[in-house]
């Protein structure tokens, strides 16, 4: 079975503060997601990565970056966190680029609050 | 503004009754996926649909394409109490484009 680890699953930090959310996939996934998931939104992508060292804006990217320095990892960052990042964040993995009929594997999501 | 919009946005039923959950867009979409996330987990795939008018039964789940592709439901026939969670849809605007759009979810309580 896929499996899609998030390094934390709550996370509480201070406005102006870097923050670090980590993604590790098993599966040898060439796609990784960073989605940010707020009630009555549905899930909106962050950013996108199909290989290690690239990556590409997804909707909302403003206040955001990604890393992906190794394959299985995917981190988000962000760089002054304010209080509208206050949510929940899922990251997810999927095998083939280019393709909306892929199935995505997601992680179990960090709700990050933002003080 | 959704590009797809879910209805109804709660729903909360007796074990044993039947439901379905609305996916309905103004936009054409290639494909459409629907999602059910339990409490404190990440979404997990249910369906891919890809063909206008295409039905597809899972268990007791039965999904269902749109024939102009622009809406879907999901019907769920004598619900158990593990049917609770949120049922996201997504849909894929292009074949050959990764990105997804996602409802905003309908969530189901069945209730023992």
């Known amino acids: 079975d896929v499996k899609v680890t998030q390094s934390s699953r709550y996370l509480v930090k201070r406005t102006g503060e870097k923050v670090f959310l980590e993604c590790v996939q098993d599966m040898d996934h060439e796609n990784m997601f960073w989605y940010r998931q707020d009630p009555g939104l549905g899930l909106r992508l962050i950013y996108f990565s199909y290989d290690v060292k690239m990556k590409e804006k997804g909707d909302i990217p403003e206040g955001y970056s990604v890393s992906r320095e190794k394959k299985e990892r995917f981190s988000l960052i962000l760089e002054s966190a304010s209080t509208n990042q206050t949510s929940m964040y899922l990251c997810?993995?999927?095998?083939?680029?280019?393709?909306?009929?892929?199935?995505?594997?997601f992680g179990p999501g960090t709700r990050l609050t933002v003080l | 503004t959704q590009l797809l919009e879910q209805s109804p946005q709660f729903l909360s039923i007796q074990e044993g009754e039947n439901l379905t959950v609305y996916c309905n867009s103004s936009s054409v979409f290639s494909s459409l996926q629907w999602y059910r996330q339990e409490p404190g987990e990440g979404p997990v795939l249910l369906v891919t649909?890809?063909?206008?008018?295409e039905v597809k039964k899972l268990k007791r789940l039965t999904f269902q394409f749109g024939d102009a592709r622009k809406d879907s439901s999901l019907h769920i026939t004598a619900a158990q109490t593990g049917d609770t969670g949120l049922y996201l849809c997504a849909g894929g605007r292009n074949t050959d484009d990764y990105k997804l759009s996602f409802g905003a979810g309908t969530t189901v309580t069945v209730r023992a």
């Open positions: 997810a993995s999927s095998l083939y680029w280019g393709r909306a009929t892929d199935t995505q594997y």
């Open positions: 649909v890809v063909t206008g008018g």
